[in-house]
């Protein structure tokens, strides 16, 4: 199965919006141009529980999003359902600009997870931009006696369906992360789902479970205090925070690339010129030094995007997903 690169289809530099784009997105249906938006406090709806490494980097944008506008940016966590109570929420809410979505890749996930989701991605949301992606990292508890991902992968090998792997719940981007991970090398191993990665990390630290694909954020505290091994991130490049970590394209898997992304959405029919006013901002904001220092603490890369971009990609990963998602055979109702 061919491994698609998570940022081939954003924009990384800044998006330069002149008074000719913001025209032509008034001229477009915009129900007041970009300047009389926003008026009042905009709520930024984050679908997972409040203190998670989705809410953490949610709440970063948010802030700062509220300096420039000159309105806060209230977060409003409804979790539950992979995201999905959050994300029908907001596909169902005013197409007006004050209430936004915090999406994570869980969206493009949840039409091959679920029978019956409440919304449709691809008519109900107008995307606004991507924001950043968390990388994975391959972690193993420190008994299995590997120091790299061949070694890994050997090991496991000869030892077939005496291994586990964990994850943060079925058909969490961890979990079909090391799905891909296990089939592309052959591997046969056990997966142990959890309700959060948090859990998960708690029995792999305990042995109870022997490695995993990861959130970086997540397993960071455990692999620098050495009661993990990260073996290698699924970034495209290396990461400055662990800089001797290889990637899974430079240890045998080129194209390998997964993460967990994150953009804004807002519900389909608003205004043209809301649109722009809210990526030119969300994209000011993550070419600031400020963000992207914290953003950096999480384990988080800046991203960045147009509309158009984030629309083409959010497109493409459903497509990708729901063959991953098929070949797991994981469904979640």
Not at 129 to 141: D, E, F, I, Q, Y
Not at 278 to 290: G, M
Request: no cysteine.
């Amino acid at each position: 199965m061919p491994f698609i690169a998570q940022r081939r289809f954003f924009t990384h530099a800044a998006v330069a919006l002149t008074a000719l784009a913001a025209s032509a997105a008034f001229a477009q249906g915009a129900a007041a141009p970009p300047g009389a938006y926003p008026t009042k406090p905009v709520t930024m709806v984050v679908p997972f529980p409040p203190g998670g490494p989705t809410d953490l980097i949610a709440r970063v944008l948010a802030q700062t999003l509220g300096e420039q506008l000159g309105q806060p940016v209230l977060v409003d966590n409804r979790g539950g359902a992979n995201g999905n109570i959050g994300a029908n929420y907001v596909a169902k809410a005013p197409a007006d600009g004050y209430t936004i979505l915090y999406n994570t890749s869980s969206i493009t996930l949840s039409p091959s997870l679920y029978k019956n989701v409440p919304y449709d991605v691809s008519k109900d949301f107008a995307p606004v931009a991507s924001v950043a992606v968390v990388p994975l990292g391959l972690v193993v508890n420190p008994s299995v006696p590997v120091n790299t991902v061949g070694e890994f992968i050997a090991y496991a090998k000869a030892n077939p369906g005496k291994l586990s792997y964990g994850s943060a719940g079925n058909g969490n981007v961890t979990h079909l992360g090391a799905f891909q991970f296990v089939q592309a090398n052959g591997i046969e191993a056990t997966h142990v789902p959890y309700k959060g990665s948090a859990p998960a990390d708690v029995d792999l630290v305990g042995g109870q479970i022997q490695f995993m694909t990861d959130t970086v954020n997540s397993v960071m505290p455990f692999v620098r205090d050495k009661r993990l091994k990260m073996l290698a991130v699924t970034t495209g490049k290396r990461m400055a925070l662990f800089p001797d970590v290889p990637t899974l394209a430079e240890s045998g898997m080129p194209g390998f690339e997964v993460g967990a992304w994150q953009g804004v959405m807002a519900p389909a029919g608003t205004p043209a010129a809301v649109v722009t006013r809210l990526n030119a901002e969300i994209v000011k904001a993550l070419n600031s030094t400020a963000v992207r220092e914290r953003l950096a603490l999480q384990g988080a890369e800046p991203l960045g995007s147009t509309p158009a971009a984030y629309g083409a990609y959010v497109q493409k990963e459903l497509k990708r997903w729901a063959g991953v998602v098929k070949a797991t055979g994981v469904t979640l109702d």
